[in-house]
């Protein structure tokens, strides 16, 4: 079974960009949807993007800062985010659905393993 380990998160500055990582350990992603998420504390989790065999879906709020895209191996997918603002703080995670096992992979609630996630503070 994927098992999903997300880096890159830290401290950066109002404006600043940050990619962030999701490596398959032991896999990778040819089986599944995977996707991108995020979560405040308080708030529930929150879907930015996803990659499937219908290609690459984003949210409202990701579509314009957010980029993701996987690597050759198909075993690593990133998050670059740019400008980032204050609100972005939060626990980014990376999850992942059996291909076709879903209706809508940008809804938390379809994913069936998730990463332990990676927190990113945009603060100056």
């Known amino acids: 079974e994927v098992q999903l380990v997300e880096s890159g998160g830290k401290l950066v500055q109002p404006g600043e960009s940050l990619r962030l990582s999701c490596v398959a350990s032991?896999?990778?992603?040819?089986?599944?949807?995977v996707g991108w998420f995020r979560q405040v504390p308080g708030d529930g989790r929150q879907g930015l993007s996803c990659?499937?065999?219908?290609?690459?879906e984003y949210s409202d709020s990701a579509k314009v800062r957010f980029t993701m895209s996987m690597n050759n191996a198909r075993d690593t997918v990133f998050l670059e985010m740019w400008r980032l603002k204050p609100e972005d703080t939060a626990v980014y995670y990376c999850?992942?659905?059996?291909?076709?096992?879903?209706?809508?992979?940008?809804?938390?609630?379809?994913?069936?393993?998730w990463g332990k996630g990676t927190l990113v503070t945009v603060s100056s």
């Open positions: 032991g896999d990778t992603f040819d089986d599944y949807a």
């Open positions: 999850a992942t659905v059996i291909e076709g096992d879903y209706k809508d992979c940008l809804q938390p609630y379809e994913m069936e393993r």
């Open positions: 990659l499937s065999t219908s290609g690459f």
